[in-house]
């Protein structure tokens, strides 16, 4: 990481390789954190680690409306939604003041994926988007995201830096 690199880019804390999956686990991206880290600040953020639910901790789903989904544990059914839109706002607030450039969720997750990702529906499986990546998104439009599954090709590593860089310079 380059920590005096003035272009900050949040990143799924999990990306990095800090042990915060359910399972005690993570899924370092060592294309991102060596080939970006090389030029950018990295911001981790693990919103169900930050809001309290604690490592291990029980899986999550989204269910109902895949433009509103509720936010539940697979087994037990507790509902998280309400908790986990309080703390993404206050976070997004905080990350918004640090001038972030840019952001890689981790895809598939039903707190950080931002697209396709399940959304259990009457009638079957629906498509959508993690609760906290919604927030963000919809609180800095315009700011280039990426999920880490779209950036295993250099060619499209490069693409994004370079879609972070112009952002980062057309905000000054
Ligand atoms: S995908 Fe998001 S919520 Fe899940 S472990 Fe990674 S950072 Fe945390």
């Known amino acids: 990481m380059n920590p005096t690199s003035d272009i900050h880019i949040g990143i799924s804390s999990c990306l990095m390789g800090e042990p915060v999956r359910y399972d005690g686990g993570h899924r370092k991206h060592d294309d991102i954190v060596n080939v970006l880290g090389q030029r950018v600040t990295f911001v981790p953020v693990c919103p169900e680690f930050e809001v309290g639910m604690g490592v ?4 999550l789903r989204l269910i109902g409306d895949p433009e509103a989904p ?3 544990t697979t087994e037990t059914g507790i509902d998280h939604t309400d908790r986990m839109l ?3 706002r206050e976070r997004v607030r905080q990350l918004e003041a640090m001038d972030l450039s840019g952001y890689i969720f ?3 997750s039903p707190s950080c994926g931002v697209e396709r990702v399940e ?3 009457e009638g079957g499986s629906r498509s959508g988007r993690g609760l906290f990546a919604r927030v963000l998104m919809e609180h ?3 700011m280039p995201v990426a999920e880490e599954r779209h950036l295993s ?4 590593l490069e693409n994004f830096l370079a879609r972070v860089l112009h952002f ?3 905000k000054r």
Not at 56 to 59: G, I, K, L, Q, S
Not at 153 to 156: E, F
């Open 106 to 108: 981790k895809s598939r």
């Open 168 to 170: 980062h310079r057309n």
């Open 56 to 59: 291990p901790r029980e899986t």
């Open 70 to 72: 509720r936010l539940v």
């Open 119 to 121: 959304v259990v529906s």
């Open 140 to 142: 800095l439009p315009g």
């Open 86 to 88: 309080t703390f993404a």
């Open 153 to 156: 090709d250099p060619a499209l």
